[in-house]
């Protein structure tokens, strides 16, 4: 059983940046995927990015592509979420998510019914 608890949220400006983390503890986390996802209220939990379990697989939402990255520290258990050119749009709860299975591909990833282990969010808020 992964546990995972994220860090990093907070109140920022419209083109900040922010790094999120996600720290898993208790389980396996070097050989399964890594996902990041937000929410905001009335709305489906949305797909942000997602990073294969050694880290040469990444892939992006396009409302996020190229001002977000996402990486992973397998000898720390830790992953990671850099934002930057932060838009107010991009309010949310940030969940890291982590899978159950060792492969991955950008259909499969984007999907979270296929993340077990959720941590239990971080607020991140861009005023305008």
Do not use: H
């Not at 996902?35 to 709305?43: G, I, L």
């Not at 499969?108 to 282990?117: E, F, I, L, Q, V």
Request: glycine fraction near 10%; charged fraction near 20%.
């Amino acid at each position: 059983q992964v546990q995972l608890v994220e860090s990093g949220g907070g109140l920022v400006q419209t083109g900040d940046s922010r790094r999120l983390s996600c720290a898993a503890s208790g389980g396996t986390f070097s050989g399964t995927s890594t996902a990041w996802f937000r929410q905001v209220p009335a709305k489906e939990r949305e797909f942000v990015a997602s990073i294969n379990w050694s880290g040469n697989g990444r892939n992006y939402a396009d409302s996020v592509k190229g001002r977000f990255t996402i990486s992973r520290d397998n000898a720390k258990n830790m992953g990671y979420l850099q934002m930057n050119g932060l838009k107010p749009e991009d309010t949310a709860v940030y969940y890291c998510a982590v899978s159950a299975r060792y492969s991955w591909n950008d259909y499969w990833s984007r999907a979270p019914k296929n993340y077990p282990y959720w941590g239990q969010g971080t607020q991140v808020t861009v005023s305008s």
